[in-house]
């Protein structure tokens, strides 16, 4: 039992109809008029109340969201939560994508399950703290004693009454064959895809309010074998479930593919096996015309991280294009070691601002980043029971108050959610279930989470 969680939290009740009555403002993700608020049901949105409407039949509790912005919860699609433990680390923090990584594993590959019980508690409690119901993490470091990775993360998940997207990444390419990362965080192809599928059968549900998902996620061209890239395309396919890896994030990456396989990154993508609606892809920014067609295409989906993107300086992914052309798109905070924040409204904030800069900004209104953040990233995983507030749909919901200094004087109160910079949400529920109350987490001790979780950092990179 994680010692920061109350040791035994009272079941949390949900009432049989719950009211969200008349919010300041409400963004649905979708064209319905939900004015009057929502009605919460058997940890699903029931009924959408119309403006100045009340709800068709009664509630028997009432809570008054006058003072609230509603939306649905936020969904994040790409992240890293062991990197929560090497934010803003000085010899990194001015580096690109290759020499970044470089001067990392090393220290990743000290992870313990220890660290990486803290980092994805830290991670996932920062993201609920924003207004994130739902997160995919890509865990791909395997070192000796942290086999049972995805075990620890799962546990994590279920105590903050979260929704996840577990993916079981891998690495099989090491610099003795020509890879990036050590020999020494690399593993076998049979072990990999035999926890691949011991982690699905554990773990995997199915169904509109599944909790956990599993997917696996190879890392990258530059430190998967084209063996491991198929393997897992063909297991995703056997056992249907998603496909996860980065993709076209930096220059480096294109040149690299071209070397070891003598292809650019979307072709050796279609030679694996992956070019198809089952995959999404971190980042995907160096595309030309023809490979954001292919992309579309196949339904292939986007997971756009823009503040890591911007960190790193990898470039601008061209999201409205790869959009058009068919592909899902949502958004990604990336690893914390690249961001250094796991803030989803905060990330909604910078897509809107990065795509605007490529495309102008009547071309991207506030509504359409947080789409993006919503109804979008439920596509990108494959979730189309979350994601929007419509009947039916699960009842995962943030209320973001406009009561701090930074709202004052703004006048459209969804607008000003990213104009003005929010950061934090007041309330955040989860299939009915409030998991954030006045800005905390009740039953997690967050005071002795940033204790432990800074001397586990401390440690980590001390060696
Ligand atoms: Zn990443």
Not at 106 to 125: F, G, K, N, Q, S
Not at 238 to 261: I, P, Q, S
Not at 412 to 429: E, I, N, T
């Amino acid at each position: 039992m994680n010692s920061l969680f109350t040791p035994e939290p009272a079941t949390p009740t949900r009432p049989h109809r719950l009211w969200l009555k008349n919010p300041l403002a409400v963004f649905t993700a979708n064209e319905l008029d939900a004015g009057g608020g929502v009605v919460v049901s058997g940890g699903v949105i029931a009924e959408v109340v119309g403006t100045g409407k009340a709800p068709a039949a009664p509630c028997d509790e009432v809570f008054d969201a006058g003072r609230h912005v509603l939306t649905p919860g936020l969904i994040n699609t790409h992240h890293h939560f062991y990197q929560t433990l090497t934010r803003a680390w000085a010899p990194v923090a001015d580096a690109e994508l290759f020499p970044w990584l470089k001067t990392l594993y090393p220290v990743w590959a000290r992870l313990t399950p220890r660290d990486l019980e803290l980092a994805t508690t830290a991670a996932l409690a920062e993201l609920l703290l924003s207004g994130c119901t739902t997160a995919a993490d890509h865990h791909y470091l395997f070192p000796r004693g942290l086999e049972d990775a995805i075990d620890i993360q799962v546990q994590v998940v279920r105590q903050l009454g979260m929704r996840a997207t577990l993916t079981r990444g891998s690495m099989s390419l090491g610099e003795d064959d020509g890879g990036l990362p050590p020999q020494s965080t690399v593993q076998d192809p049979e072990v990999i895809l035999a926890d691949s599928e011991r982690l699905v059968s554990a773990y995997h549900e199915r169904g509109d309010d599944a909790v956990i998902q599993i997917a696996l996620a190879p890392c990258s061209p530059f430190s998967v074998t084209r063996e491991v890239m198929m393997e897992s395309a063909a297991l995703a396919e056997k056992l249907d479930v998603r496909l996860h890896t980065h993709l076209a994030e930096t220059l480096d990456e294109e040149d690299f593919c071209k070397e070891m396989f003598g292809l650019r990154t979307v072709d050796y993508l279609e030679s694996v096996g992956w070019l198809t609606p089952r995959t999404w892809l971190g980042h995907g920014i160096h595309f030309d015309d023809a490979e954001i067609a292919r992309l579309g295409a196949a339904g292939t989906a986007i997971a756009h991280c823009p503040t890591s993107n911007m960190r790193l300086a990898s470039g601008t992914a061209r999201i409205l294009e790869l959009e058009a052309a068919g592909s899902p798109v949502g958004l990604g905070v990336d690893g914390s070691a690249s961001n250094d924040a796991s803030n989803m409204i905060q990330e909604a904030r910078q897509a809107l601002y990065l795509q605007r800069l490529r495309y102008g900004a009547s071309a991207v209104s506030c509504e359409r980043a947080l789409g993006w953040a919503t109804r979008g990233s439920a596509r990108v995983l494959g979730r189309e029971s979350l994601g929007e507030i419509a009947p039916g749909r699960q009842a995962d919901l943030a209320m973001f108050t406009l009561d701090e200094l930074r709202f004052s004087g703004s006048h459209d109160p969804v607008a000003a959610l990213l104009l003005c910079g929010a950061d934090r949400a007041d309330r955040v529920m989860v299939g009915g279930v409030w998991r954030v109350v006045d800005g905390q987490i009740p039953g997690l001790d967050l005071g002795g989470l940033i204790a432990d979780h800074s001397q586990a950092a401390r440690k980590l990179v001390q060696g």
